[in-house]
């Protein structure tokens, strides 16, 4: 993941949050990083949850959010992110927290 941020940045990346965690039931990785290019601030996070083949309860699970730009084009107010650090893992947080399984899909 880290060589795919290098790629991604010509700035500076902080992980802010990495790890284990519990999706609507499924075990699941996260890695969140807030990256930093001259002012631009901007934050890249996902989620992956393998799934479990033998249910359909479980499946196969990858989510991203991405808040800031990171086109060259974009104007400082446009590519900076919409909310700070504290919004940007409310929202991840909130987003994440929020997935169930829909009742009577299995």
Known sequence: MRAKMDQISSG?????RQGK??????DAEEVLFALKEGEITSYRF????PGDPSTLA?????IQLLLGA???????????????????????????????????AV
């Open 21 to 26: 965690r519990t999706v609507a039931g499924m």
């Open 58 to 62: 479980k499946p196969h699970t990858a």
């Open 46 to 49: 996902y989620l992956l949850a």
């Open 70 to 104: 990171s086109s060259p084009d974009a104007k400082l107010e446009e590519a900076t992110s919409p909310v700070d650090e504290t919004g940007a893992l409310q929202t991840w947080d909130a987003l994440l927290n929020s997935l169930r399984l829909r009742p009577g």
């Open 12 to 16: 500076s990346y902080r992980i802010l």
